[in-house]
């Protein structure tokens, strides 16, 4: 009988012994050893860390976090720091990190539209697009100032320029390939290297 049920036992004792808050999971690390601390990258308080073109994680939408925790693990978003961590979180830690993280607030930025003039080659891009690319204006999805919008738009406002140009870089590459609709690979393909830098650089200088 123990051993019939031992590997049920066990399961019970592993969540009860590993049921942490979630703020423990993103300060100590989740269950899994190999759920390393989301703080040693993300900064205390999910800030994120411009040295090191770590992403802010703080008031990013739970279900866009939820989304791209899946696609760390299953690939579709390669990458050899987020993989091992995603594939090792439990659903629990998941859900409980994503609805902490959202809770937090995204830093306010100026509404700059389409409207504003433009002058140097990243606002342009930005604000206008270059349409004679079928490249539409960044602010069209992801709001006025790049502040984001739904579960599906995320913020680019104050992101690390760094960051910001290795996500156009690997749909331009196609090892980011987890956008439904092709929206971003078809962005991504479109900007030469001096684009992918100038608008990087106009996004991550957006905060008040
Ligand atoms: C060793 C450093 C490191 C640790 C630890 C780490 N991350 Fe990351 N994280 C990264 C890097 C690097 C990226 C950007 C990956 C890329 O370029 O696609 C990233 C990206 C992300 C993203 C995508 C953000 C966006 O705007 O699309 C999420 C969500 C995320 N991490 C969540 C977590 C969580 C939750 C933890 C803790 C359980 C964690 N990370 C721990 C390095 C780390
Ligand atoms: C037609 C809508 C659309 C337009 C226009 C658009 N994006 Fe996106 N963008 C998206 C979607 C959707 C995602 C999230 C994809 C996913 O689920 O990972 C995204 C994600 C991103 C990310 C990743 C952010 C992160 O936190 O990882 C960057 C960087 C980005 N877009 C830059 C741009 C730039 C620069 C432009 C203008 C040249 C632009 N986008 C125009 C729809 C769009």
Redesign the pocket.
């Known amino acids: 009988m123990i051993l019939r049920y031992g590997p049920i036992v066990g399961l019970f004792l592993a969540c009860a012994v590993h049921a942490q808050a979630p703020a423990d999971v993103y300060s100590r690390g989740g269950a899994d050893p190999a759920a390393v601390a989301c703080a040693t990258c993300h900064g205390a308080q999910g800030e994120g860390m411009e040295a090191g073109g770590f992403?802010r994680l703080a008031g990013l939408p739970a279900d866009y976090i939820r989304?791209?925790l899946a696609d760390f693990a299953s690939g579709a978003r390669a990458n050899p720091l987020m993989q091992p961590i995603a594939s090792a979180l439990m659903r629990e830690e998941i859900d409980a990190l994503a609805a902490m993280l959202a809770a937090k607030a995204y830093p306010e930025v100026p509404p700059v539209g389409k409207a504003a003039e433009v002058q140097e080659p990243g606002e342009t891009?930005?604000l206008r697009g270059a349409w004679d690319r079928n490249?539409?204006e960044?602010v069209?999805?992801?709001a006025p100032g790049g502040r984001g919008v739904g579960n599906?738009?995320?913020p680019?406002a104050g992101?690390p320029a760094q960051y910001?140009a290795a996500?156009?870089t690997a749909w331009q590459q196609g090892t980011r390939k987890?956008?439904p609709n092709d929206?971003?690979g078809h962005?991504g393909r479109s900007l030469t290297a001096d684009e992918i830098e100038a608008?990087s650089k106009y996004f991550a200088g957006l905060k008040k």
């Open positions: 992403p989304k791209q891009l930005a490249i539409p960044c069209a999805c992801h599906a738009f995320p680019l992101q910001l996500q156009l987890n956008d929206l971003m962005i608008v």
